[in-house]
């Protein structure tokens, strides 16, 4: 199972763009790169996922550069809604997996 | 958009006794887990459950834990005689065969005294 490295918080201005890069050096061939939010007292959701270079949605963008060995998730014009923890997470692409969270990336976005 | 229910939101309970927390998964999922999330710490994987059969499950699903889908909607955990480190937030979660389609639910804070 690839290891995952994030930076352990993070603030940012309310109406700014918010970048939070995860590293996985030892991503496999097969794998994706899915990025989960979860507010307090609340089970993650799933925000994006990417296998490489830009995946973008409703919610956000994930850039994922040609050696896959990090990820960084932009989400753009971050609103005090948007405090919360965000996990990276490495593995297949498919429902039919168990989920390995690391500790996040907590996030608080300041008035 | 499609939900998974978990009931009690929160149920406190004397050490020893047995507690069993409630799920309603998605009504055309396929997989179901739960998830456990102890106050300030990571989300930890428990127990996946698929055809009605325990797929996977990890170190802390031991003996005194058990999983059951009684009536094809319902999907339960069940801890046997409750202790102390059992004290978290326990997430179901259940999904299709897609990727986006993994869904948790809002959680049982269980407290054991």
């Known amino acids: 199972l690839a290891k995952t490295t994030q930076p352990i918080s993070m603030d940012s201005y309310e109406g700014q763009e918010v970048n939070i890069t995860c590293s996985h050096n030892?991503?496999?061939?097969?794998?994706?790169i899915t990025w989960y939010q979860q507010f307090p007292s609340q089970g993650p959701r799933f925000i994006i996922q990417g296998y490489k270079t830009k995946v973008t949605n409703e919610v956000a963008s994930l850039f994922i550069p040609a050696d896959r060995k990090s990820s960084t998730l932009s989400l753009p014009r971050v609103s005090l809604s948007d405090t919360a923890v965000y996990y990276c997470l490495v593995g297949l692409q498919t429902g039919a997996n168990n989920l390995f969270f690391g500790t996040g990336t907590r996030l608080t976005v300041i008035p | 958009e499609p939900e998974v229910t978990q009931t009690p939101s929160h149920q406190v309970t004397q050490m020893g006794q047995e507690v069993i927390l409630r799920c309603v998964p998605i009504s055309n999922h396929l997989y179901f887990y739960w998830y456990r999330q102890i106050l300030g710490q990571k989300v930890e994987f428990l127990v996946s459950?698929?055809?009605?059969?325990?797929?996977?499950k990890s170190e802390i699903f031991d003996d005194q834990f058990s999983v059951e889908r009684p009536d094809g909607s319902n999907f339960t955990l069940k801890i046997r005689s409750t202790k102390l480190e059992d004290s978290a937030m326990y997430f179901c979660?259940?999904?299709?065969?897609?990727?986006?389609?993994?869904?948790f639910g809002s959680g049982t804070r269980l407290t054991v005294v």
């Open positions: 030892n991503i496999a061939t097969n794998d994706y």
């Open positions: 979660a259940s999904s299709d065969y897609t990727y986006y389609g993994y869904t």
């Open positions: 459950f698929y055809n009605n059969e325990i797929s996977e």
